[in-house]
Nanobody, 120 residues
Framework: QVQLVESGGGLVQPGGSLRLSCAAS????????MGWYRQAPGKQRELVAT???????NYAESVKGRFTISRDNAKNTVSLQMNNLEPEDTAAYYC??????????????WGQGTQVTVSS
């Protein structure tokens, strides 16, 4: 009932930048939290950054000062600006949204993932 479509992944050299975007659609009444998670091969999925509808943000320690999350509440979109990328940032990045459907039921939706590879 809620679809998340991500874009913006790719291959970048260390020190480079990428911008990920995610658009939510469906029978959405409201979205409380939108965020990005990542999963590297052989590792568990981990939080990268989240942002509430009020604009409060939360970042993993490893990305603080390098990544910036932002959202457009009117468009149900969230973006992740990633600067000074490191090889350790290589992973599949997943968009997440938590909120209420039009029938007031809670949803917790995930995107299909977009690959970010940092390598020289």
């Amino acid at each position: 009932q809620v679809q998340l479509v991500e874009s913006g992944g790719g291959l970048v050299q260390p020190g480079g930048s990428l911008r990920l975007s995610c658009a939510a659609s469906g029978s959405i009444f409201s979205i409380n939290v939108m965020g990005w998670y990542r999963q590297a091969p052989g590792k568990q999925r981990e939080l990268v950054a989240t942002v509430t509808s009020g604009g409060s943000t939360n970042y993993a320690e490893s990305v603080k000062g390098r990544f910036t999350i932002s959202r457009d509440n009117a468009k149900n979109t969230v973006s992740l600006q990633m600067n000074n990328l490191e090889p350790e940032d290589t992973a599949a990045y997943y968009c997440n949204a938590v909120g209420l459907l039009g029938n007031w039921r809670r949803f917790d939706a995930w995107g299909q993932g977009t690959q970010v590879t940092v390598s020289s």
